[in-house]
Structure formats: structure tokens, C-alpha cells
Nanobody, 120 residues
């Protein structure tokens, strides 16, 4: 599975930005898709995640501001970000968790990341 993100950029605090991630390859194995971020000097953290059936979960820091959605027919996951704050500045990575065929195991796939910079 390959993941390609788009939509990052520079935005002022209080603004909005949307990210997209398109999966290709063995997408039929994918269950969860999500977004993680990594700020300078910090560890990568979960931002939001969505299951194949549409169940979502969010980091507390983005609840009420970010919305994750998914179009299964297009193998695409989106992240709509509103009320952005300087502390949201990070490289945002798309993630997909897929089943390894004929095993009970899963595997994580990652995009290369897209930079989101929020200026104060």
C-alpha cells in the first residue's frame, strides 16, 4: 500500500486547511486510516483515526476543531482542520493499517508527510 498526502501549507492562526491522502496498491487490505503529526523535537502523535466502518477517534487537542472523513470508493482519507493554532504546526503523516492476508496480523503504512505551518 502506498499513501500520498496533499494539502499542507502555511496558514494564519484561526484559519482552516484541508489535507487529503490517497491510497494505492493493495487497498482492499486496509482497515483503519488516520493522520499523525510530528512537531520539531517531539514524538509522532495520533491526530485522528477512522475505521472502515466510519468510527472515528481524535486526540483531545484537536477535538471540536478537526474532522476526519473517508471515501472508501476512492481509497481516500481527509482531514479538515479549523481554528488552527501555532501548536498545530507539524509534519502531518497519513497512516493506513492493513491486514496481512491469511494471518491475524496487521501492518502499518505511512505517507511521506506534508508540512502544516500555522503562523501567529
Amino acid at each position: 500500500v502506498q499513501l500520498v498526502e496533499s494539502g499542507g501549507g502555511l496558514v494564519q492562526a484561526g484559519g482552516s486547511l484541508s489535507l487529503s491522502c490517497v491510497a494505492s496498491g493493495s487497498t482492499y487490505t486496509i482497515n483503519h486510516m488516520g493522520w499523525y503529526r510530528q512537531a520539531p523535537g517531539k514524538e509522532r502523535e495520533l491526530v485522528a483515526r477512522i475505521s472502515l466502518g466510519g468510527t472515528t477517534n481524535y486526540a483531545d487537542s484537536v477535538k471540536g476543531r478537526f474532522t476526519i472523513s473517508r471515501e472508501n470508493a476512492k481509497d481516500t482519507v481527509y482531514l479538515q482542520m479549523t481554528k488552527l493554532m501555532p501548536e498545530d504546526t507539524a509534519v502531518y503523516y497519513c497512516n493506513a493499517q492493513g491486514w496481512i492476508i491469511a494471518t491475524p496480523s496487521t501492518m502499518d503504512y505511512w505517507g511521506k508527510g506534508t508540512l502544516v505551518t500555522v503562523s501567529s
